[in-house]
Structures are given as structure tokens and as C-alpha cells.
């Protein structure tokens, strides 16, 4: 078992999550899964933690133990987290990966947005310029955060969608989200979404696309 586990091979209790539906509504004890699997009840426990931790499971004292539907983020976000506090470097190295993997999804995301995401982006977009333009300004970082996420929501691409949370969740842990660099670098930063979000409504996704670069170009310049 062992060798195999080196090998990747799943654990026993990873193998039940994948091979029973009904694991969304409840799973058994762990003392019932241990005779089913064949494995003690103290393996199945530090399996389920492993679980856990990957934001595979769901643990409650009243309800029990449920899958989740699957996302990547929690298992980028656990080994981001240790990354980032053994070098912080790690995260501008991570953030150089997300901006190339919105680079090169933009063109298919922007294509699958509904009617009601552009309506939102562009209410999105609204409620930054009015914390830009209150006293004192507020940084729209939610806004920052939902408007990105939501233009590549419709993917359907786990691992996409995931690595782009994770790099929020990141963002934040960093204190970037209470960052200002001044208030003409912000307005620098919105005003190419909002050069991206009027591509959006146009159909002219290549100025999009451009004004994406010259946005992620500008925030590893930022001061």
C-alpha cells in the first residue's frame, strides 16, 4: 500500500469520495467505512483530514462528513500559503502565472459571458469608481477581485477558475487589497477596466485583450 501511495495511487477513503455519488448528502461513520474499506478507523481519520484539508469533504458535528464539488483552490492555496512564508517572492512568481493564464483564456472567456455578466461587470465597475471618487477615497479591492473572477467564470475549467482564487486569496494574505500606491495609480488601474469591461460590451475583445497586458504590466510596476 505503501508503494503505492508513492506511486499516486489514491487513498482508500479518496477512492469512496470518487466512486460514490451519494457522498454529497452524508457519508458513513468512520467506523462503518472501516469495515466496508478494510482499513482501521485511525488510517480512515488522517485520511479525512488530508480530505479536508484539499476542500474535498465538508465536517460537521451535527451533519456529518459530505463531499464538496470539486475545486482546485484549496490544495494552491494551502502550498501558496507555505510558499509565500518561506519566500515572498513566491508570490510575484504566482502572480506572473495567473497573469499569463488570463492572457491566454481571455479571448475564450469573454466569449462565453451572458448578457447578465456583462450587466454585472459593468454595475461592478460602477461601484469601484464611486469608492475612487468618495472622501476619503476607498480602495475597491471586492470589485477588483469580483470583476476579474467573474469575466472568467463561465470557463467551466476547474483548474483555471481555482488557480485564479487562489491568487486573490494570496493577494489578500499579502495585504495588497489595502494597498493604494496613491490615488492616480488606482485610477490608472480602473481605467484600463474600464477600457477592458467597454471591449466586453462592444465584441471588441482583441482592445481587451490589450488593455488586460498593459493592465497586469502596470500592476508589477506598481510603486
Same mark, same amino acid.
Not at 502550498?79 to 506572473?96: C, E, K, P, Q, V
Not at 495567473?98 to 488570463?102: A, C
Not at 491566454?104 to 475564450?108: F, I, Q, R, V
Not at 485610477?187 to 471588441?204: A, F
Given at each position: 500500500?505503501l508503494?503505492?501511495?508513492?506511486?499516486?495511487?489514491l487513498?482508500?477513503?479518496m477512492?469512496?469520495?470518487?466512486? !460514490?455519488p451519494?457522498? %454529497?448528502?452524508?457519508?458513513?461513520?468512520?467506523?462503518?467505512?472501516s469495515?466496508?474499506?478494510? /482499513?482501521?478507523?485511525?488510517?480512515?481519520?488522517?485520511?479525512?483530514e488530508v480530505?479536508r484539508?484539499?476542500?474535498? /469533504?465538508?465536517v460537521?458535528?451535527?451533519?456529518?462528513?459530505?463531499? @464538496?464539488?470539486?475545486?482546485?483552490s484549496?490544495s494552491?492555496?494551502q502550498?501558496?500559503?507555505?510558499?509565500?512564508?518561506?519566500?515572498?517572492?513566491?508570490?510575484?512568481?504566482?502572480?506572473?502565472l +495567473?497573469? !499569463?493564464?488570463?492572457s491566454?483564456?481571455?479571448? %475564450?472567456a469573454?466569449?462565453k459571458?451572458?448578457? %447578465?455578466?456583462?450587466?454585472e461587470?459593468e454595475?461592478?465597475?460602477?461601484?469601484?469608481?464611486?469608492?475612487?471618487r468618495s472622501?476619503p /477615497?476607498?480602495?475597491?479591492?471586492?470589485e477588483? +477581485?469580483?470583476l476579474? #473572477?467573474?469575466?472568467?467564470?463561465? @470557463?467551466?475549467?476547474?483548474?483555471?477558475?481555482g488557480?485564479?482564487?487562489?491568487?486573490?486569496?494570496a493577494?489578500?494574505? /499579502?495585504?495588497?487589497?489595502?494597498?493604494?500606491?496613491?490615488?492616480e495609480?488606482?485610477?490608472?488601474?480602473?481605467?484600463?477596466?474600464?477600457?477592458?469591461?467597454?471591449?466586453?460590451?462592444?465584441?471588441?475583445? %482583441?482592445?481587451g485583450h490589450?488593455? #488586460?497586458?498593459?493592465?497586469?504590466?502596470?500592476?508589477?510596476? +506598481?510603486?
Open positions: 500500500m508503494r503505492d501511495r508513492a506511486n499516486g495511487a487513498s482508500e477513503f477512492q469512496y469520495l470518487a466512486s !460514490h451519494q457522498a %454529497e448528502q452524508a457519508l458513513p461513520s468512520l467506523n462503518a467505512l469495515q466496508e474499506l478494510g /482499513v482501521s478507523v485511525a488510517s480512515l481519520r488522517e485520511q479525512l480530505a484539508a484539499l476542500g474535498l /469533504v465538508d460537521r458535528p451535527r451533519t456529518g462528513t459530505r463531499r @464538496l464539488p470539486y475545486s482546485f484549496p494552491i492555496r502550498s501558496l500559503r507555505y510558499g509565500i512564508a518561506l519566500d515572498h517572492a513566491h508570490f510575484d512568481t504566482f502572480a506572473d +495567473r497573469n !499569463h493564464v488570463e491566454a483564456y481571455w479571448l %475564450e469573454v466569449g459571458l451572458t448578457a %447578465e455578466d456583462k450587466s461587470l454595475s461592478i465597475l460602477a461601484r469601484a469608481w464611486d469608492k475612487l472622501r /477615497v476607498q480602495v475597491p479591492h471586492e477588483h +477581485r469580483k476579474h #473572477l467573474l469575466i472568467y467564470s463561465r @470557463l467551466q475549467n476547474p483548474f483555471v477558475t488557480l485564479l482564487e487562489a491568487y486573490w486569496d493577494y489578500e494574505a /499579502v495585504g495588497l487589497n489595502v494597498f493604494a500606491g496613491g490615488y495609480y488606482l485610477e490608472e488601474v480602473w481605467q484600463y477596466h474600464q477600457k477592458m469591461v467597454e471591449s466586453i460590451r462592444t465584441g471588441d475583445y %482583441e482592445a490589450r488593455a #488586460l497586458s498593459e493592465h497586469t504590466e502596470l500592476i508589477t510596476h +506598481r510603486p
